[in-house]
């Protein structure tokens, strides 16, 4: 079964950069199957796709975030990452990892409350 | 204001036929396949319905997908109070993103 862990830190200075890191287990990031996303969900709304990576590294961004987000893998470690730059109060969401791509995610991570605050 | 359009609520007793519409367009729903999760409170969504209307392995047949041309609907038959829940419908639109809808909320009366 596989699981996926979001991890960093749940408090990011207004202008600063976020960054999260999701790890894997019970599968590997490097199966050609499978692309991995990140999701978020501002606090009593909707979801709003942020991005996703495929194992060589290849890239696909919500065009609307495209110009401040990043999204790496590291196959050694089983996990991949997320970089938002520029934060404002609008980036406060609970923010998911996902494996999944072109709207089907079928395994999520439990999420993680990152709340942009000086 | 989402690409795909959810009504806001919903609701139903216990037993009864709920059904969700979801209303797109060419470039999302009319093009490609719609996928439906459930997000209980305080907890991660859940695909619910892939590929329109395909039900992953676990998921009660009580749930199911419909699509035609740019719309598409889930259907929950025999209500029961634990499928209070958001439920989302979601997209690839060819615009290059994965958009949802605003979410619905479903409450057993």
């Known amino acids: 079964q596989v699981q996926l862990q979001e991890s960093g830190p749940g408090l990011v200075k207004p202008s600063q950069t976020l960054s999260l890191t999701c790890t894997v287990s019970g599968g590997s990031i490097s199966s050609e199957d499978y692309f991995w996303s990140w999701i978020r969900q501002q606090p009593g709304k909707g979801l709003e796709w942020i991005g996703y990576i495929y194992y060589s590294g290849n890239t696909y961004y919500n065009p609307s975030l495209k110009s401040r987000v990043t999204i790496s893998v590291d196959t050694s470690m089983n996990h991949f990452s997320l970089k938002l730059n520029s934060v404002t109060a609008a980036d406060t969401a609970i923010y998911y990892c996902?494996?999944?791509?072109?709207?089907?995610?079928?395994?999520w991570g439990q999420g993680t409350l990152v709340t942009v605050s000086s | 204001q989402s690409v795909l359009t959810q009504p806001p609520s919903a609701s139903g007793t216990p037993g009864q036929r709920v059904t969700i519409s979801c209303s797109g367009s060419?470039?999302?729903?009319?093009?490609?396949?719609v996928y439906w999760y459930q997000q209980l409170p305080g907890t991660a969504p859940k695909l619910l319905i892939h590929?329109?209307?395909q039900r992953p392995s676990g998921v009660p047949d009580r749930f199911s997908g419909s699509k035609s041309g740019t719309s598409a609907s889930l259907a929950i038959s025999g209500l029961r109070s634990e499928d209070e829940a958001e439920y989302y419908c979601?997209?690839?639109?060819?615009?290059?993103?994965?958009?949802f809808g605003g979410g619905t909320r479903l409450t057993v009366l």
């Open positions: 060419s470039p999302n729903i009319g093009s490609n396949y």
């Open positions: 979601a997209a690839w639109d060819d615009r290059l993103n994965v958009v």
């Open positions: 996902a494996r999944g791509e072109r709207a089907n995610f079928d395994y």
């Open positions: 590929r329109d209307n």
